[in-house]
């Protein structure tokens, strides 16, 4: 029987779900090994033939472990809270739940047709109650923890009201909030439970904060910085202004070092990690005060480079500075509120990356220089932002291209600093722009010199001090949504409480719309009798999407049997497992989930539920398929007007067109279906066309895939026509995994016809299977030896791509030699089962092993003495053509060789009973005959 696909595939699906081949326990004598995806948002759009990218190369990987005799962990689940359902929520009516579990029913389809070796057991959903009961848990012991530097850890806030009630606030060394007060012992007793509350607020790892956030009213939420694209959201185009509201934060800079150091020991992607070193940013500085003009007001500065303090000649804060309204003059309030209203605008991403154009607004009052007493201006500008350091900068224009832009946009003094007598000279050159002035206590010192000086005349006169400063910020947790985590707190006397533990999971009520209410709550506002023991009003306010992503690695360690604890996963499993081995997925989560997971998970380290301070060993950023979109092109009339003519691409260079993407799904090789184009759209049923040769060709560009390009291409579609062991073999020949490559479907042809021709090697002309139990050649041998150290290389490397065209070679050398030796082909299935699972769980139970077996197979050993070659095919040349090629053992010495080549039948033909003037033999290499 030929290669029947579709019946072998479905065959082989149903049997690994039956059985549950892939089921896996948390105890083995086979050493563990942890294979996860980034779990997927459904969509309702499903799957499109990008996305399973790195889903298959883990698969492979997944596959090979477990022929090398390892117990592997390879679960699946859905990250499946989030903005798109609810958006759909809005628009229908429908509640998201049921949205999500229909998409959820399609990827499922779509993932199991493609063959994934997964654990469905431990399946995950972030938006069931069972799983977000642990997500709040979480937060729970956030909002009862504090960071004790002294520990560098994470503490129970029982510990650090301990040390209140003992000691007072002495000897306390926390990542707190900078508005915190000094008390003792009875003070804190006598403390009202109001005021000990705030006061615990400021050291908590989650807390309440004003905040500064990207707020989209069309959507009624804050957005991440990662979902505002110049100015509007990314998912719809809204509009996102920066507004201040009260927010859930994360202390996540608790852990700024720790992140940084755990990223020396990560066998990460150099530009990921780097990704995150900038993004946390530590810097080591020093902090600076400067006194305001006539004012009791305090402006702080944070400077890696305290040595320029003379150079200052403006000081900028940020328009959402809490100083701006009572720095800013009468004169100046017009200017600066009309400043405030534009930068509302802009976003926090956009503000950074500008870096060619600055503007700002003068707030009317100046500041002193805490050295000389000189008078400095205080100014707002977009480019300083209120959340990165002081949310004010000293601004040195000779050292900062931003602050000279700016001081040449507003006409304010360039201060050069002169070092000594080895600048004096400099001073007589000085122009009107570049003002020229000596350096003070730190003249003639080098920087490294001059620093410590500097900080230590700044701590004398109480301005100032030393400073380790980091540019990541607390990560603000919540949303105006109601598709998220419901946050487990209620509110008494205007402050958060937790509800007890007992009462977990706290579900999302049942609401009448996904709308912020009327009076601007968010919709968990609409909930009626939802409150806390029927009194206190619950957070309004969900989690973030980054909530259930951060520790979901966790929950998959949990048999089904395990998760009937009242525990998040069990201590047994998370010993077994301890992390994961090898993590793949998009590079986009540098700075969102990457860092977040890690920050959780040093934290649930710190208080002894996990053992590992990095949750991932080895990450891998798979590329991205890239959508290859087809162009037709409409012919224009005189005026530019559309008609209904299309001309082939190759004589568009005649006519006046405008081109327009067309489906790849009705184009093949870059031909379009004419009659499937006049179907697909109504505007196109007149259509009339110029054709080439009797074909309409398209235009050809490589894009990224999206629905809007129509260049999507449904895995659904590729599997009906070709399979899923071709779509898998096919996705890993386009390129390096790391890579982006553009999907190409012309290409896919050729895989197909490789695994027909792989088949054909079982079967005899009549497609009987059919193989023999005959010893193997030497040549078979080294074919198949060739394509086992082959795999084994590529997948430890990583390189898939470069084994499915060692499969392709290999399957031809074999066909050449006729070989159908079970020995041969049996190990060759093993071989191949990873990537071509389907095919290959058919072949080997056709060679009488027994069913289902092949996933735990013995990958077969590798002997390299099959490859050592010890015979040669000598190229014989008569007169410099070449005639034959004989084959000699490599230890015949030429002498030997020469008689032989003179003895042979067929040479002594073309010598014609001549007798050869010179015989030219080198060994290994060639025999020339001269006559």
């Keep these: 029987m030929d290669y029947q696909f579709r019946d072998i595939e479905n065959k082989w699906q149903q049997f690994w779900a039956k059985n549950q081949t892939y089921k896996v ?158 008390f003792t012992a009875e003070e804190w007793t006598n403390m009202s439970e109001q005021t000990q509350q705030e006061e615990l607020l400021k050291y908590r790892l989650t807390f309440l904060k004003e905040s500064t956030v990207n707020w989209c009213a069309a959507m009624g939420t804050v957005l991440a910085n990662d979902e505002v694209k110049e100015g509007l959201s990314e998912r719809g185009g809204y509009p996102v202004e920066q507004k201040k509201m009260w927010q859930w934060s994360m202390r996540i800079t608790a852990y700024a070092d720790r992140l940084l150091k755990g990223l020396d020991v990560v066998d990460w992607p150099d530009p990921l990690k780097e990704m995150q070193r900038n993004w946390i940013g530590k810097s080591v500085g020093a902090s600076i005060k400067f006194n305001v003009e006539n004012r009791e007001e305090i402006i702080e500065v944070f400077t890696t480079r305290a040595d320029t303090l003379y150079g200052v000649s403006f000081v900028v804060i940020a328009p959402e500075h809490e100083l701006v309204s009572a720095l800013t003059t009468p004169a100046q309030k017009a200017d600066i509120d009309d400043y405030i209203a534009k930068t509302k605008k802009k976003s926090e991403l956009d503000r950074m990356s500008d870096i060619k154009t600055v503007s700002g607004a003068f707030t009317g009052t100046y500041a002193l220089n805490p050295l000389n007493g000189e008078k400095i201006p205080v100014w707002i500008a977009d480019y300083v932002l209120a959340g990165y350091g002081t949310g004010a900068v000293m601004a040195v224009p000779s050292g900062d291209q931003r602050d000279w832009l700016f001081a040449k946009q507003y006409g304010l003094p360039i201060i050069q600093i002169l070092d000594g007598q080895k600048d004096i000279e400099k001073e007589a050159d000085a122009t009107k722009e570049g003002l020229y002035i000596n350096s003070g206590i730190i003249n003639g010192l080098t920087y490294a010199e001059a620093v410590p ?56 009520p049942e609401i009448d719309k996904y709308l912020p209410t009327e009076a601007g709550d968010p919709p968990l506002g609409r909930a009626t009798d939802w409150k806390y023991k029927g009194t206190y009003a619950y957070e309004l306010s969900t989690m973030p999407g980054w909530a259930g992503s951060s520790w979901y ?12 604890e009242s525990v998040f996963a069990p201590k047994q499993a998370i010993e077994y497992w301890k992390d994961v081995d090898l993590y793949i997925g998009g590079s986009e989560h540098a700075t969102g989930h990457l860092l977040y997971s890690r920050f959780w998970n040093k934290f649930l380290k710190d208080l002894g539920y996990v053992n590992e301070e990095e949750p991932f060993k080895k990450l891998i950023n798979q590329g991205m398929i890239q959508g290859r979109s087809n162009f037709i092109y409409r012919v224009l009339n005189e005026d530019g007007g559309d008609t209904d003519t299309f001309v082939s691409h190759g004589l568009i260079e005649q006519y006046k067109t405008k081109a327009l993407h067309v489906d790849v799904n009705i184009v093949e090789n870059d031909l379009l279906d004419l009659e499937k184009f006049k179907t697909s759209r109504a505007e196109y049923g007149a259509a ?54 553009p999907w190409n479907t012309n290409g896919i042809e050729g895989v197909f016809k490789f695994l027909r021709k792989y088949w054909k090697l079982y079967h005899n002309d009549q497609f009987e299977f059919q193989v023999s139990d005959e010893a193997p050649t030497k040549a078979e041998l080294k074919a198949l030896h060739k394509i086992i150290r082959k795999v084994e290389d590529d997948v430890e490397r990583f390189s898939f791509n470069t084994s499915v065209s060692s499969f392709m070679i290999c399957v031809n050398e074999l066909t050449d030699l006729k070989c159908n030796k079970r020995s041969i082909l049996q190990d060759l299935v093993v071989v191949l089962t990873s990537y071509a699972p389907h095919i290959t769980e058919e072949l080997w139970t056709l060679l009488g092993n027994a069913e289902g077996t092949l996933s735990f197979a013995k990958f077969p050993e590798f002997v390299p003495a099959y490859l050592v070659e010890d015979e ?35 040479v002594q033909k073309y010598l014609a009973g001549k007798t050869p003037k010179k015989v030219i033999v080198v060994k290994g290499r060639i025999v020339n005959i001269v006559v």
């Design 553 to 564: 690695w966790y929950r998959y360690m949990a048999s089904p049997e395990d998760r009937k």
């Design 688 to 741: 009339e066309f110029i054709l080439e040769n009797g074909k309409y060709s398209c235009g050809v560009e490589v894009e990224k895939m999206s629905k809007s390009k129509f260049n999507v291409v449904n895995p659904d579609d590729i599997i009906e026509r070709y399979g899923a062991d071709t779509l898998r073999l096919y996705e890993m020949f386009l390129g390096p995994l790391e890579q982006s490559k």
């Design 453 to 508: 000086v500097l900080v230590k005349k700044l701590e004398e006169l109480n301005a100032g001090k030393a400073k380790v400063q980091y540019r990541m910020r607390d990560a603000i947790f919540g949303r105006q949504r109601y598709w998220g985590e419901p946050v487990p707190v209620y509110f008494k006397d205007g402050l958060p409480y937790l509800i007890d533990e007992s009462e977990l999971p706290l579900v999302l």
């Design 25 to 182: 326990d948390n105890t083995s004598d086979k050493p563990k090994y942890y294979v996860l995806d980034m779990f997927p948002y459904p969509s309702g759009a499903g799957l499109h033939v990008g996305h399973p990218l790195g889903y298959i190369a883990s698969d492979i990987y997944a596959r090979f472990k477990r022929l090398h005799g390892f117990n592997v962990l390879h679960p699946m689940g859905y990250d499946s809270f989030g903005l798109p359902a609810e958006q759909y929520a809005i628009q229908t009516g429908q509640h998201p739940a049921i949205t999500t579990v229909d998409n959820i029913a399609t990827y499922r389809r779509q993932l199991d047709q493609i063959g994934f070796s997964f654990d469905w057991s431990r399946e995950v959903r972030t938006s069931d109650p069972e799983y977000y009961k642990w997500t709040q848990w979480i937060f729970m012991q956030l909002f009862n923890s504090w960071y004790c530097k002294k520990l560098d850890k994470a503490q129970p806030i029982e510990k650090l009201i301990n040390h209140f009630k003992t000691q007072g606030s002495a000897g306390v060394f926390a990542v707190c909030d900078e508005d915190i007060n000094m």
């Design 872 to 906: 040669f095919a000598y190229p014989v040349s008569v007169n410099g053509k070449m005639r034959m090629n004989l084959t000699f053992p490599l230890s015949l010495e030429p002498a030997d060789i020469e008689r032989l080549v003179l003895e042979n039948a067929d």
